[in-house]
C-alpha cells in the first residue's frame, strides 16, 4: 500500500473520496445526539470534515494507520489512535463511520464482528467488485473487492436493519498516462510497479469506481 507517500497530493486528487464521503454522510441518522463516535482509517480527514460541523456529539476518536494527525489541526477530537483498524482495541462508541477505507482489511468479516460488539451503529462506504476494473484487465492485479451481495451477506450475521446502496463513477482523463498518474496521486493502486512494457501499453483513458455504501444497526 502506497497511500503514505501521496498525503500531499491525496486531497487534491481524491475527486471520487470527496463524492463518495458527501453521499455517505447522508447515510447518518444526523438529527440524533451521539455521545461517542469513533472513525476508522480517517486518512486525511476528509470524511470528517464532512460530518465534524453537521453532527451532534459529546466525544470523537480518529483512527488511521498512519500518522496523518497533521491533517487534522481544526479539528477538535478526543484521542487519534495510530494502528491498523483490523487489530486496534474498540471502546464501545455511539456510531462507528468509516469512508473509503475498509476494502484493504484482510479479513472483512472479522472487522464487522469486532464493531458489532462495539457499537450498535455503523456507517460506512467501500469499494467494491469492479473497482478499477481497467487495471484489473490490463495488469492483472486488484485488491480482493467484496461483491455488494457478498458484503450484505457478512453485515446480517451482525445487525438486523441494514440500508445500502451502490454507485459508479467513471472519471475521465485525458490519456492513459493521466489515468495513471491519478491512480498514483491518490495511493490506490494496490499493486506495485509494473514493466515499463506494461506501463506503456496501458490504453484506457477512464478508470471505473464501484462504491457500496451501508448503515448498519442493530
Known sequence: MNFNKQFKNYDHNAITQKKVAEKL?????????????????????IFTKTFYDKLNFNTLNLNDIFDTTSYFTDISYNNFFIEDMENLDL???????????????????TLIKKISQSSSELVFSIYSKGNLIEILNHFGVSLNYLSCDEILDILNRYYSEIKFDTEEFILEFNSPID???HLKKTGVTGFKKSSYSLTKSFNSTILTYRVSYFSCKK
Open 25 to 45: 454522510f447522508s447515510f447518518i441518522d444526523y438529527s440524533k445526539k451521539y455521545d461517542s463516535i469513533l472513525e476508522l482509517g480517517c486518512g486525511t480527514g
Open 91 to 109: 471502546e464501545n462508541y455511539s456510531l462507528i463511520v468509516s469512508s473509503s477505507a475498509f476494502q484493504w482489511v484482510d479479513s472483512l468479516e
Open 179 to 181: 489515468a495513471l498518474k
